[in-house]
Antibody
Framework: QVKLVQSGPEVKKPGTSVKVSCKAS????????VTWVRQAPGQGLEWMGW????????NYAQKVQARVTLTTDTSTSTAYMELTSLTSDDTALYYC???????????????WGQGTLVTVSS | SYVLTQPPSVSVSPGQTATITCSGD??????ASWFQQRPGQSPILVIY???RRPSGIPERFSGANSGNTATLTISGTQAMDEADYYC???????????FGGGTKLTVL
C-alpha cells in the first residue's frame, strides 16, 4: 500500500533552516509528483510547492519561493523540503503528499504523509 | 491571484444532508477535489475530478462542480463525518495548487 513517512519533529531558532524528509513506499516513486503543504496551528492548508521526481521540475508558491527548496532522491524514494530564514510564522505542521497529473484532468493529490511539526522559537 | 472561498462552518443533524460549497471564478472550468481532515489527523481525499470517489470512501459522499461553485454533499451524515473539509483546485496557467480556507462541519 502507498505510504509516505515523514521525519520527526523539529525545534529551530529564528534565522536558521530546517530540512524535512518524506520517504515513499508502495508505488513507483518517479511516476508521481510530491507536493508540500503546511498548516499553522488552528489554521487551514497552505500549499508550498511541488516537485516531479521524474525530471526534477519544481513549482513554488510565491509566498515562500525565495526560501524553499524541494528535492528528491530517487535511489531511496525520498523527497525533501528545506526552508531557510525561519521565523515564528513558519511554526506549522508540514505535510508531504503524492499527486498525479495528466492533461485534461489537472492535479489529483491522493496520499498524505503523517506530518512533521516544525516549531520556530528563540 | 485566484481564490477559493468556503463557508467557515456548516452544521447538520445526524442523518440529514450536509452541503459544503467552494466558490471561485469559473471554478467549473477546473477540476475540484475535496479533503476531509479529522482533528489530529492528516487530510484524506474524499472527492476528486469534481465527482469521483476514491476506493474506500462511502457512497454518501458526492461532489459536483458547475459555474463558479463546487459542492460537496454528504447524505445521511454520521457523527464520524464531523471534521474540517477543504476544497482544492489546480491553476493550469501557473501550475499552482489552490486550497479553500476550509469548512468545519459540525454534526449535532
Amino acid at each position: 500500500q502507498v505510504k509516505l513517512v515523514q521525519s520527526g519533529p523539529e525545534v529551530k531558532k529564528p534565522g536558521t533552516s530546517v530540512k524535512v524528509s518524506c520517504k515513499a513506499s508502495g508505488y513507483t516513486f518517479p511516476n508521481y509528483g510530491v507536493t508540500w503543504v503546511r498548516q499553522a496551528p488552528g489554521q487551514g492548508l497552505e500549499w508550498m510547492g511541488w516537485i516531479s521526481p521524474y525530471n526534477d521540475k519544481t513549482n513554488y508558491a510565491q509566498k515562500v519561493q525565495a526560501r524553499v527548496t524541494l528535492t528528491t532522491d530517487t535511489s531511496t524514494s525520498t523527497a525533501y523540503m528545506e526552508l531557510t530564514s525561519l521565523t515564528s510564522d513558519d511554526t506549522a505542521l508540514y505535510y508531504c503528499a503524492r499527486f498525479r497529473a495528466a492533461p485534461g484532468t489537472g492535479m489529483v493529490i491522493d496520499y498524505w504523509g503523517q506530518g512533521t511539526l516544525v516549531t520556530v522559537s528563540s | 491571484s485566484y481564490v477559493l472561498t468556503q463557508p467557515p462552518s456548516v452544521s447538520v443533524s445526524p442523518g440529514q444532508t450536509a452541503t459544503i460549497t467552494c466558490s471561485g471564478d469559473k471554478l467549473g472550468d477546473r477540476f475540484a477535489s475535496w479533503f476531509q481532515q479529522r482533528p489530529g489527523q492528516s487530510p484524506i481525499l474524499v472527492i476528486y475530478e469534481d465527482r469521483r470517489r476514491p476506493s474506500g470512501i462511502p457512497e454518501r459522499f458526492s461532489g459536483a462542480n458547475s459555474g463558479n461553485t463546487a459542492t460537496l454533499t454528504i447524505s445521511g451524515t454520521q457523527a464520524m463525518d464531523e471534521a474540517d473539509y477543504y476544497c482544492q483546485a489546480w491553476d493550469s496557467s501557473t501550475e499552482d495548487v489552490l486550497f479553500g480556507g476550509g469548512t468545519k462541519l459540525t454534526v449535532l
